[in-house]
């Protein structure tokens, strides 16, 4: 399978600065090609959104070229999901502090794909779409945003959604919100598996994991005074949960 990638972006009417951040990245393992595409819309109503979207870009790079050689022999989605939604959550509590100590506001949406064959991974955070295009156009990620909240709730309508005052209100973004749901589309996993997840040792990839990571991950959110959770449906994807607090547990 070949992959073309076209990418266009705009400054926009609220900034003098495009706080659009795009990453896509190509490589070749045992005749696969495996494509990652990502955009992080910077949030215009705050200061410094280019900041929060080209730090999430440069962590996400990192990871391509350091995590997924780790990963590629027993290449798991559900797990790269997993992984992906811990490092977000890392991000955002990183740049939370960040605008805490220098007294700025900054926060950015995140859409990433990865493709490897005909495998793909979707991970999820705001407001910026990711569409199938095929016979008719299928938005694949749900908007994070009040009237979306609202409509799905039956308490609003889509046409007065048009018109409401608060149309622009994001839930969810990367840098400006203490408790982050990232969703993915992986395969799941059973209930055994979920129960033993952050369980020291334990792998899904049997063999070709160590079972440290989320272990690990767990350890370092629970002692920073947050905590981590995930939900999941064998089949349809998961999703990791985690809250911290503003101010870190001493």
């Not at 790269?80 to 490092?87: D, M, V």
């Not at 926060?107 to 199938?132: E, K, S, W």
Request: aromatic share 6%; glycine share 10%.
């Amino acid at each position: 399978m070949h992959y073309m990638v076209v990418a266009d972006t705009d400054v926009g009417i609220v900034k003098d600065t495009n706080q659009d951040s795009i990453l896509v990245k190509q490589a070749r393992y045992k005749e696969k090609e495996i494509v990652m595409a990502i955009i992080c819309d910077g949030m215009g109503g705050l200061s410094k959104g280019e900041l929060a979207s080209a730090t999430v870009i440069r962590a996400l790079a990192q990871w391509f070229d350091n995590e997924l050689p780790k990963e590629i022999d027993n290449l798991n989605m559900d797990v790269i999901g997993g992984k992906w939604s811990l490092l977000l959550k890392n991000l955002n509590n990183k740049i939370i502090q960040y605008g805490q100590r220098t007294d700025v506001s900054l926060g950015t949406t995140f859409t990433g794909m990865l493709f490897c064959d005909d495998q793909y991974l979707i991970c999820h955070v705001g407001d910026t779409r990711a569409y199938y295009i095929g016979q008719a156009l299928q938005q694949l990620t749900t908007d994070q945003t009040f009237i979306a909240r609202e409509i799905a709730k039956g308490t609003m309508t889509v046409e007065q959604a048009k018109t409401d005052k608060r149309r622009n209100l994001l839930l969810q973004c990367i840098g400006a919100s203490d408790k982050v749901d990232i969703e993915d589309n992986g395969i799941g996993m059973t209930e055994e598996t979920r129960t033993k997840l952050f369980t020291l040792f334990f792998s899904s990839k049997g063999k070709g994991g160590t079972g440290i990571g989320l272990y690990v991950a767990r350890q370092v959110v629970m002692q920073h005074g947050g905590r981590i959770e995930v939900a999941s449906v064998k089949g349809e994807g998961s999703t990791f949960t985690v809250t911290m607090p503003r101010i870190l547990a001493k």
